[in-house]
């Protein structure tokens, strides 16, 4: 716990029910969050997350998820309407920024705001652009298996060819959350890729969608939009990969919504050209 250098202003870790704090906040900002995004969210980094008091009560809160001594996400950054503009928010993004120290942070922001994150050291790598469309029932030839049916470090190995550090306890818990389906993509007992589509406030999300090529990435979206067929369906996919875009416009979806993906530092070296749909905006 620590103390802000204003007297108005306390910042202190989070337990895990303000975390379910934070995203009903994000569900108010209309950033359809998950039902069960809390429990994954904070088991990624527990000492990461951190909310603001007045008084007692609750004015804002950020995420800043250390993942390893390498690797960060800032997310979750919000001040309440009434008390925006008094520099409340500065002094708890300054805090997370401090708790991530020299790691490589990156964070998906509102695109208005990429001129304020510039003067706090991040650099534009990419947009990520929101599809939002219906699911679909389509026949889907890959053998595709639950995630639960194939070993746990090879999913997670697999994972982390598209992500930028190890997470595995926030995806033991992603892949069993409730109102969620985990899948994988298998071929002679190799993963090929791996997709989750979960229930959120709008509807159903996938994320993440990770897949050797398009067609495997096209199977697996079509076998998690067919378990939501006749719902609304949503999925983060980042503008330079040009094959993912193509799918989802394949699919009858159009873009909803869009953020800048930015970096303190070079953009990580993962297969970004595997990377179909984002986890989540709030931790990469």
Not at 201 to 221: R, Y
Request: aromatic share 12%; glycine share 12%; proline share 5%.
């Amino acid at each position: 716990m620590s103390q802000s250098s204003s007297s108005s202003l306390r910042i202190r870790t989070m337990t895990g029910t303000d975390v379910a704090i934070a995203l009903a906040w994000a569900e108010a900002q209309g950033w359809n969050p998950g039902w069960h995004d809390a429990e994954c969210f904070y088991a990624a980094d527990p000492n990461g997350f951190f909310i603001g008091e007045v008084g007692g009560a609750p004015v804002a809160c950020l995420s800043a998820v250390a993942y390893d001594n390498a690797f960060g996400f800032i997310g979750l950054y919000i001040v309440k309407p009434e008390w925006r503009g008094k520099g409340l928010g500065m002094q708890l993004w300054k805090h997370g920024l401090g708790y991530l120290a020299n790691r490589n942070i990156g964070l998906d922001g509102v695109v208005a705001q990429q001129g304020n994150y510039r003067r706090s050291g991040f650099q534009l790598a990419y947009r990520n652009i929101r599809y939002g469309g219906v699911g679909q029932a389509r026949p889907h030839s890959e053998r595709v298996v639950r995630a639960s049916d194939v070993p746990f470090e090879q999913l997670a190995a697999y994972d982390r060819r598209y992500f930028p550090a190890e997470r595995h306890a926030f995806l033991r818990r992603w892949i069993a959350q409730p109102d969620s389906l985990a899948l994988v993509a298998l071929a002679a007992g190799e993963i090929r890729g791996f997709g989750v589509v979960r229930a959120c406030c709008v509807g159903h999300k996938i994320g993440p969608l990770f897949a050797n090529d398009a067609q495997v990435a096209t199977n697996l979206f079509d076998a998690l939009s067919a378990a939501v067929a006749g719902q609304p369906l949503f999925i983060d996919v980042p503008e330079v990969n040009a094959a993912a875009l193509q799918l989802a416009e394949r699919h009858g979806m159009s873009s909803v919504f869009e953020t800048a993906r930015m970096y303190t530092q070079a953009p990580p070296g993962i297969e970004l050209r595997g990377v179909f749909g984002v986890t989540t905006f709030e931790l990469g």
